[in-house]
């Protein structure tokens, strides 16, 4: 088996992503081929439901791309559904406790360690049983545990969420985070930075891998540079809507009428 994302992090390899939100097959095997190391596929925003993440991961195949799912909440029915479907990562938003960590733990590995259940026989994660002994010893190592903290209540207690065993990263949400500090939309805002920094120092503290987005005045460059591991700086839908707007401008322009 080749190896895995967590295992590269952890091998000290710095690997960047990109959002799924259009839930589009042939977008995905796009952006696949387009190099990135893995992708988030958003099921907590947008309508897109679990047979669309299943189509993005089948677009996915032997592209080299990890598929990463974020869920709706911290929900270990959710979390059993996205990883027997084959996301090789789950990533749980507003984690604002240790004992909020400590379910998503468990809920992403099968007993004794935690109490996913135990379908892998007839799962499409398993290859519909083909392997399914298989699956169940790589994945019990290479599952990536990621925990949101985005809010105060998380950054007040980010010391003991980091040191949840089991839990492989912290991925700071800034805009989210800026919100619950009275600042949104300012994830630069000096309030929400101190915050990230206490955050980020937690995580490494306690040997957690980070994860994180760009904000205006902080880019994946300087990210990495300050210990990063995962950076998701690109959206399938903002690449198409940006192309659109810049291919109609330049059309427009070209027939001398005005912008749309």
């Known amino acids: 088996m080749s190896q895995s994302l967590k295992a590269a992090m952890r091998g000290g390899q710095a690997v960047c992503g990109y959002w799924t939100e259009l839930f589009s097959p042939a977008a995905t095997e796009i952006m696949a081929a387009a190099g990135y190391d893995c992708t988030m596929i958003d099921l907590e925003h947008g309508a897109a439901d679990l047979a669309d993440a299943v189509a993005v991961m089948r677009a996915l195949g032997g592209s080299g791309c990890t598929p990463l799912v974020r869920v709706p909440d911290n929900d270990a029915a959710w979390i059993k559904r996205v990883l027997d479907a084959g996301a090789e990562g789950v990533m749980v938003p507003a984690v604002n406790s240790r004992e909020a960590a400590e ?41 990536l545990v990621i925990c949101q903290i985005e809010t105060r209540e998380a950054v007040e207690n980010a010391d003991e969420i980091a040191a949840v065993e089991g839990l492989d990263m912290i991925f700071i949400g800034p805009f989210d985070l800026s919100g619950s500090l009275g600042h949104l939309g300012e994830p630069d805002h000096p309030d929400v930075r101190a915050a990230i920094t206490r955050v980020e120092a937690a995580a490494k503290g306690s040997g957690c891998l980070l994860g994180g987005i760009p904000t205006p005045e902080r880019t994946p460059k300087d990210l990495y540079a300050d210990g990063y591991d995962l950076v998701l700086a690109d959206i399938d839908l903002v690449f198409l809507r940006e192309g659109a707007q810049s291919g109609a401008a330049a059309l427009r322009q070209a027939t001398g009428r005005a912008p749309g």
Do not use: F, S
């Not at 007993?111 to 135990?118: D, E, K, L, T, V």
């Not at 799962?123 to 599952?143: C, F, H, K, L, M």
């Open 103 to 143: 379910a998503v733990v468990a809920a992403c590995h099968y007993a004794p360690r935690g109490i996913r259940g135990m379908a892998a026989p007839i799962v499409r994660a398993a290859g519909y049983g083909v392997d399914w002994q298989g699956y169940v010893r790589d994945i019990t190592e290479n599952v």
